[in-house]
Structures are given as structure tokens and as C-alpha cells.
């Protein structure tokens, strides 16, 4: 389903980005060949936050992620993090800048075990001691891995893979961590958990860009949040003005 934003929508689409944005996408543009997936898309998010990109399957949020982390070259367009343009700066550069993305889907190393994985989220970092520290700081925080920690990735459950994929993007110390649909295949009771989780990844400073088809959770985690339709940003808002959007509530919430 596709809405035109009201003018009130359009109006704060357009508003000026705050001086103290962590993040800031002015006007990106996204081909796949012919095909224009990111049509001119602006938005922030500011230090602390976290906010949620919310749309249907095909709408260019994960080709937003991926623009952002480096994945993919925009046409047109900038993106700005802690006040840089990263548009042509490789991948591995920008997790170094404090950056790191959790793929949809997880993309473990399923062959081998839980505890190299965390550390392939630290290959940036050569300093041995800080890394262990990081683990044990990961098994404080992720009891479950602390128990798998020799077990191979590819034989965890959905909801421990996803642990273990933020784990390990958490490896890096990201100042902005991008998830992409975290609560993807997971049970409604592990979906809470990862919830909470991600609460707690924000209580702690660290700020998060959320992509998820689950608009009820993204919304019900999110400072604020926008709706994409077919390449572009049609709404946005609080997450709680969105969860009490009649539009919203139609075409994501079931209503």
C-alpha cells in the first residue's frame, strides 16, 4: 500500500537536521541498473535516539542500511556521519569510524564456533587484552553465548544466532549500530527478547537505526521513526505518533 504524505509529513521530513545529528541522509539516491531504489530520501537521527524505519518488503530499507554502511554507492545524494560525508568511503573504513551493521539474516561463520565469532568482530582492533575484555563483557551481557561459547554458530537457535550477530557487531565498540530485521523467523517470545535487548544496547549509549517489517516493535522502540514506500519516506514522527496513525494502523498494524 502506498500514502502520500500530508503536508504536516512533508514538513518534517524536510525540517532542518539538528547540529547534533550522529547521522544525517540528505536527498539519497539508489540504482540497482534501471532501477531507482532510493528516491531522494532524507532523514537524521541524533545521538542517544533510537529510530525506526518501518515499510513493506521491497520499500529500500535494507538498501538504505546498506547505502549507509557502505555496502552500496548512492547516485546522488550524501550521507553524513558525525559531521563526514561517508558516501565513498570503503565498507571497513567506516565500521573503524564506529559504524557497524547487523545484516539481515545474521550471516554467521556457522562452522565455527561462537567464541570466533565474536572475535571476527574485533579483527579492526589489535589489542589482545581489550578483546578479551570484550568477550567477557559480550558473555556478561548474553549469558546464553557464554554457554555456546564453543559450540559451532550454525547449530544455535534463530533467536541465539541474533544474539551472537549483535554481539559481535558490538565487538567493534560502533558509536551507531544498524540493525536489519533483527526479529526476522523468531518466535513472539524471542522477539521481546531481542527487544530488550536492543533497549538496553540504547541505555547504554549506544545509538541505533532500526529497519524492521515488525512495525508494532520498531515503533514500540523507536524516539522516532519513518514509514518508506517504494523508495521514498512517507511519514514520520514520534514512535508513538505512528503507532496512532490511522495509516499506519491500516496498512502495518492490522487495523
Known amino acids: 500500500m502506498f500514502f502520500k504524505a500530508k503536508q504536516s509529513d512533508a514538513a518534517a521530513l524536510s525540517a532542518m537536521v539538528p547540529d547534533s545529528a550522529i547521522l544525517e541522509v540528505k536527498d539519497l539516491s539508489v540504482y540497482y541498473g534501471a532501477i531507482h531504489a532510493l528516491k531522494g530520501i532524507s532523514f537524521y537521527v541524533r545521538p542517544g535516539e533510537i ?14 542500511l546498506q547505502t549507509i554502511s557502505g555496502l552500496l554507492t548512492p547516485r546522488e545524494g550524501e550521507i553524513l556521519y558525525r559531521g563526514k560525508v561517508i558516501n565513498k568511503v570503503p565498507s571497513h573504513k ?49 549469558p546464553r553465548l557464554k554457554d555456546r561459547r ?63 517489517q515488525n512495525a508494532s516493535m520498531a515503533l514500540s522502540l523507536a524516539d522516532r521513526a519513518y514509514v518508506m514506500e517504494t523508495g521514498r519516506l512517507t511519514i ?18 492490522g487495523g
Open 236 to 253: 514520520s514522527g514520534s514512535g508513538s505518533e505512528l503507532l496512532h496513525d490511522p495509516r499506519v494502523i491500516k496498512a502495518y498494524l
Open 150 to 212: 564453543a559450540q559451532k554458530a550454525g547449530t544455535l537457535s534463530g533467536g541465539e544466532q541474533q544474539m551472537l550477530a549483535i554481539a559481535r557487531a558490538l565487538m567493534s565498540h560502533p558509536q551507531l549500530l544498524l540493525l536489519d530485521e533483527p526479529s526476522m523467523g523468531l518466535s513472539p517470545v524471542l522477539t521481546k527478547e531481542i527487544m530488550h535487548i536492543i533497549q538496553r544496547v540504547a541505555s547504554e549509549g549506544t545509538t541505533v537505526l532500526l529497519v524492521e
Open 51 to 64: 529510530v525506526s524505519l518501518i515499510g513493506s518488503n521491497g520499500a529500500g530499507k535494507t538498501t538504505t
Open 94 to 142: 567506516i565500521l573503524q569510524m564506529g559504524l557497524a551493521q547487523v545484516p539481515e539474516g545474521r550471516r554467521m561463520f556457522t562452522q565455527i564456533s561462537v567464541e570466533d565469532n565474536l572475535l571476527m568482530g574485533a579483527y579492526c582492533n589489535h589489542n589482545k587484552r581489550q578483546v578479551d575484555e570484550d568477550v567477557q563483557r559480550m558473555y556478561a551481557q548474553f
